[in-house]
């Protein structure tokens, strides 16, 4: 019997260490949904990569799976993708680039190990690439960088470099470097095996195509391939890199001061294949997350995991509403009671999935590492822990950002104040948009806050689509909302503030003030000795 234990305890250890999570971030364009899909079908989940743009009849990006996200050719939400790849099992997560949904950006990557991030090689570091990596750099998470678009004409490749330090702060280190770009781009020469790698152009949408493996002292050949002036610039290159460039160290890599740096064309599956390989070498097993009691490990600790995003309506004929966990540590059956933390609690949790973006297949098991949907009847909320009945596990919880737009929000007919209620709480519950209400008004005035205006546009496509309610939006002055940190000790209703503050509460009833313009906040806190703001809550 101990020894069967034993056995069982081996095999999650063996699970657990081959899991690999990530989160794709990018500014929007930057080709992420395209290196996504090639990703998949490298590993075989798809046999077919959709176009993320082009005419109605054009198939979409399989991560793109919201009707709105179809017709913009956008990713507005986050999905979630695993799949098998040489002996590792790889959950991709997925994440909008737009700059109005990068809070769902910002809790997602609560949810990975680490992050790949994807610029576009004519446009080099772009404004929402900065926000993302500050997130990052927050979590200490490792960053792997994949230089796209080299079938395009490119900008200098030490420029793009050059820009990334100091930009973002980070050194890098080429692995490999790109050979021209544009109508020029012969391939790139690999810095570790040196030798030159060349390819030819792919079918649309496959992964097949030839690639070569030169090595730089046959000259001859690799002259041949990618030309005189190719060659030149090439030597020249590789000198100064080695004089110039930081050295290759995975310490540094892991604890997210150093990001490798890779070259290709995800369009035309070039490098692709070479950054996966290389990037499962270098990334993580499951890393230990710190909990209130301490730090939780994947292996030796029982099964545990929080919940990082709420989404309803996923399947429109169920109108079911989904919570996704990412599992922290052990190993999750389909059978077992687990402990819902916050809700105080035991219960099992109902229809245990594994997703690719919308499509889903019940599981049995799963283990540290994964990324599970379960079927949330409204008991979750973001940021909630789940974890082995005999434990208590709490882990940190996840920050709630600031809205920079408001707007009051009503239901054109009023016969349907049940439908507006229940579809705009769901929403603001998957922490897309945040409501709020005067105080001591009731649900009579609502009160939107979004982090991007495109938000609102969502909103009420979802709103009429979803929940059949049309609904009129009036923006509101505000830009400045404020968390009151000791509410306990303050009374709010007395607050001395200026003419243009005004008092609301969120769903949970906690205080909050709105502000037209930063000087209002200071002017507050002037006349309230004691008042203790935050731009930020806690889910």
């Known amino acids: 019997m101990y020894l069967g234990m034993e056995e069982k305890v081996k095999e999650y250890a063996n699970e657990i260490n081959r899991r690999r999570t990530f989160a794709i971030i990018s500014h929007p364009d930057a080709g992420k949904t395209t290196l996504t899909e090639k990703l998949l079908l490298y590993g075989g989940a798809i046999n077919l990569a959709g176009s993320v743009k082009g005419k109605a009849t054009a198939r979409h990006a399989v991560s793109d799976w919201m009707e709105i996200e179809k017709e913009r050719g956008i990713s507005v939400t986050s999905s979630v993708l695993q799949f098998e790849y040489d002996g590792f099992c790889i959950n991709i997560l997925d994440t909008p680039g737009h700059q109005d949904f990068s809070e769902d950006t910002y809790r997602t990557l609560m949810a990975a190990d680490s992050a790949v991030m994807v610029i576009d090689a004519s446009k080099g570091v772009e404004a929402q690439t900065r926000k993302l990596f500050k997130v990052c750099g927050m979590r200490g998470i490792p960053i792997f960088t994949f230089i796209n678009k080299l079938d395009r004409d490119a900008n200098e490749t030490l420029d793009l470099l050059d820009e990334i330090e100091k930009e973002l702060g980070i050194e890098t280190c080429p692995m490999n470097w790109p050979i021209g770009s544009g109508k020029n781009f012969k391939g790139v020469y690999d810095r570790e095996e040196k030798c030159v790698v060349t390819f030819s152009d792919t079918q649309k949408g496959t992964k097949e195509g030839e690639t070569k493996r030169i090595p730089v002292e046959d000259k001859e050949t690799v002259l041949s391939l990618i030309g005189e002036a190719a060659m030149d610039k090439l030597n020249d290159d590789i000198e100064l890199l080695d004089i110039a460039s930081a050295e290759f160290d995975l310490e540094q890599v892991r604890c997210g001061k150093l990001t490798p740096v890779f070259f290709g064309s995800a369009l035309t599956n070039f490098g692709v294949e070479i950054f996966l390989q290389n990037f499962l070498k270098m990334t993580t097993t499951p890393l230990p997350r710190k909990s209130e009691g301490g730090m939780i490990d994947p292996v030796e600790n029982d099964f545990s995991a929080f919940v990082f995003k709420i989404q309803a309506n996923m399947n429109k004929a169920h109108r079911d509403r989904i919570a996704f ?215």
């Open 325 to 539: 966990m990412r599992i922290c540590s052990g190993h999750f059956d389909a059978s077992m009671e687990v402990k819902h933390v916050q809700g105080g609690r035991n219960l099992r949790l109902q229809q245990p999935q594994q997703l690719m973006a919308s499509e889903r297949k019940i599981l049995e098991e799963a283990y540290a590492g994964d990324i599970i949907g379960v079927f949330d009847p409204g008991i979750f909320s973001i940021g909630d822990t789940i974890c082995s009945p005999k434990d208590t596990v709490v882990y940190e919880g996840i920050p709630t950002f600031a809205p920079e737009h408001f707007a009051r929000v009503r239901q054109v007919d009023t016969m349907k104040r049940k439908q507006f209620v229940k579809g705009i709480t769901q929403i603001a519950q998957e922490g897309a948009i945040q409501i709020f209400q005067e105080i001591a008004s009731g649900m009579e005035e609502i009160i939107v806050g979004v982090v991007g205006v495109l938000q609102f546009e969502v909103l009420k496509y979802r709103l009429e689509n979803e929940y059949n309610v049309e609904i009129r939006m009036d923006p509101l002055p505000y830009e400045h909302i404020r968390w009151i940190e000791n509410k306990e000790e303050v009374d709010v209703k007395k607050l001395s503030g200026t003419s243009d503050m005004k008092k609301i509460q969120d769903l949970k009833g906690n205080p909050l003030l709105l502000f037209i313009n930063a000087w209002s906040v200071g002017m507050t806190l002037e006349r309230n000795p004691g008042l203790k703001l935050s731009e930020f809550g806690r889910e």
